[in-house]
């Protein structure tokens, strides 16, 4: 499937990867609606950012995933829809983790429901690592199990296997695409780059994390999006679950030496008590398998963890304005 002048639609446009995409799929001359969460201060997140060019090219709908009529008036002749709406804080699914069912579950159900109804053509659903737990092998393939170490991950789980219901019940047309570690310019302060680059650039001499043994396997955001963009497109990818990922993990400890030495070398790295997940929660280690989505897509990643790094750093520098490093975010 190609995608140019394709009707396509994104659920979560406003946020970190959602923004990204909608740019990419300018790019790729598909015809863009971007859903974002309604709020009385008319703001689209990261969107009102973007250039006025690319806002003039999409189509902006206000409305709440978890609310079915919202979602089916959204959907109503679209092509294509790339579900990326989530709450997607691990800390905060601790203090609320009904808001989670209702957004993850409840929102994916709608959007199957309504693209069911309206025999939307591709159903792209965004999963994410933290299904699969604390590694049981690596590296981790789609086949690994499914460890619900969050009431975050037990949503997206739950997600998951719903729209893998639909694929086999209905033959609704849908893949899960599930992301690693994504990072880059605009991503939330909840996250654990932005959280160490926005306390180094405000001058902090104690920057302050979690734990700092567990690994990750981060993926720069343009060879994310690149990710999505190139599964969407093949028919091979239907019904599937297909990583993104580098391959190459980084513990959590060695990153925020690799970012500090790259901003100000003096400063002291604190392992907050706060920040630290409850010890049965934690993931303490993701590296992933991109065989899969190598063999269907030919997808390799272009940006290696320096370079990214170094391109997040020089974003944050002209945009610290957005970020509150003084505050926790959970």
Known sequence: MKLKDKIVIVTGAGGFIGSHLVEKLIDKSAKVKAFVKYNSFNSWGWL?????????????????????????????NVDVVFH????????????????????NIKGTLNILEASLDFSIQRVIITSTSEV????????????????????????????????????RSFNLPVIIVRP????????????????????????YKEIRIGSL????DFVYVD???????????????????????????????????KIINKINPDVKLIEEDLRVRPKNSEVERLLGSNEKL?????????INIDQGIDLTIEWFKQNIKYYKPWIYNI
């Open 132 to 167: 699969y737990g604390t590694a049981k092998y690596v590296p981790i393939d789609e086949n690994h199990i499914k460890q619900a170490q969050s009431p975050y991950a037990a949503t997206k789980i739950s997600a998951d296997y719903l729209a893998q219901s639909f694929y």
């Open 294 to 302: 190598k063999k269907i897509t030919g997808w390799i990643p272009q």
């Open 223 to 257: 060879d994310t999006v690149e990710g999505f963009i190139k599964i969407s497109q093949k028919d091979e990818a239907l019904g599937q679950e297909i990583n993104i990922c580098t391959g190459v993990e980084i513990s959590i400890n060695a990153l925020a030496e």
């Open 213 to 216: 043994n567990p690994t990750r």
């Open 84 to 103: 990326l709406a989530a709450l997607i804080g691990i800390p905060y699914s601790y203090y609320s983790p009904a808001s989670y069912v209702e957004t």
């Open 48 to 76: 009102d950012t973007l250039d006025k060019n690319i806002l003039n090219s999409i189509e902006v709908i206000t409305g709440d995933i978890r609310d079915s009529e919202s979602v089916r008036k959204a959907l109503k």
């Open 180 to 203: 690693f570690n994504t990072y880059g310019p605009r991503q939330s302060a909840r996250a654990v780059i932005p959280t160490i680059i926005s306390q180094c650039l405000f001058g």
